[in-house]
C-alpha cells in the first residue's frame, strides 16, 4: 500500500513538473514570437510620469518641448489601448461561445454598466455584445497625441499643469479650475485629474461612451480591425476619424480640421506603430498559460 502511494505520488509530482516546465516553455516561445513580430515597430518602456514637468512651458525651442510631451505621454496611451484591447478580448471571447455561463452574463453586465449601456436590456446578450465592441476599442496614437497638444498647447497650458488635465476635459462639479474666457451664464469647470495616466483613461472612456462621439465610434467601426498581435491601433485611420470630433469643440468641423493638420505637419502617425515592451515575467507567464489551455481545447 505504501509503496503504491509512493509510486502514485511520484508520478503527480512528474506531472506537475513536466506542466510547469511546458508553461516556461510557452511563456518563452510567446514572448520571444511577440518580441520578433513586425520588427519595424519602436518599443517603448512604461513609465508612468504623473505630472508634466513645471518647467515645460520654459522651454523655448519648439522641438525640444514637443518631443518631451511625446516622450511622456506615449507610453500612458499605449497602457491605455492595452488595457481597452484585454477587455474587448474578454467580449472577443465570449461572443465566440454557444452558451453563456453565469460568469460570462455577469462579465457582459458588469462591462454594460461601466460603458453606461443602459438602452439594451442585459437579457439580449447579443445586442450588449454588439454595442460593446462599438464602444470597447483603441484609439490611434496619433488621434490622442494630436488632441493632447492641440487642447494644452503641448503642455503649456494652466489647466494641464495644474490639473493634468491635458484634454480641457470638462465638469459641472465643484471640484474644478475656473477657466478666465468662461462667461457669466457658464458653470462648468475644467477637471481636475490626480495624475495624467488618469486623464488619458478618462479622456478615452468619454471618446468611446459619450453620444458626441458616437460619429467617431461608427466610423471606426466600419475599418479594418487591428492586428490581434500587436495590441495596437496602428490600422486605424487616425485622420478619418477625426471627422467624428466635431461636438469635442463648439468650433466644430473647423476643430476637427485642425487636428487632422496637427496630426500631419508633426507626424503623428508614426507613433500608432509603437508598442510596450513586456518583460516575460508574469504576464509571460500569464501568456504561456492560456496558449497551454488553448491548445488543450483545440
Known sequence: MLRYIREHLRVRTLFYVLIVVAVLTASFIFHRERASYNSDWHTVKYTNTKSLPDDIVNIKDTKERKDLFIRLLLPLILKANEDIKRQRDTIERIQKKNKLSKKDKRTLESLATQYRIDNITAKDSMAVISELLLRIDVIPVSLVLAQ??????????????????????????????VPFYRGTDRVFKI????????????????????????????????????????????????????????????????????????????????????????????????????????????
Not at 493632447?148 to 484634454?167: D, L, M, P
Open 148 to 177: 493632447a497638444a492641440k487642447e494644452s498647447g503641448w503642455g503649456s497650458s494652466r489647466f494641464a499643469r495644474q490639473g493634468n488635465n491635458i484634454f480641457g476635459l470638462r465638469t459641472l462639479s465643484n471640484n474644478g479650475i
Open 191 to 298: 477637471s481636475l485629474f490626480d495624475d495624467l495616466q488618469s486623464c488619458v483613461n478618462f479622456y478615452m472612456f468619454t471618446i468611446n461612451t459619450h453620444p458626441a462621439y458616437e460619429e467617431l465610434r461608427y466610423i471606426r467601426s466600419a475599418m479594418a480591425r487591428p492586428s490581434v498581435c500587436t495590441l495596437q491601433a496602428h490600422s486605424y485611420d487616425s485622420i478619418a476619424l477625426a471627422q467624428g470630433l466635431n461636438r469635442f469643440s463648439e468650433r466644430g468641423s473647423v476643430y476637427a480640421k485642425e487636428i487632422q493638420d496637427l496630426i500631419k505637419h508633426n507626424r503623428l502617425e508614426r507613433y500608432d506603430r509603437c508598442k510596450l515592451t513586456h518583460r516575460m515575467g508574469i504576464w509571460g507567464f500569464k501568456q504561456g498559460l492560456k496558449w497551454l489551455k488553448d491548445l488543450f481545447r483545440g
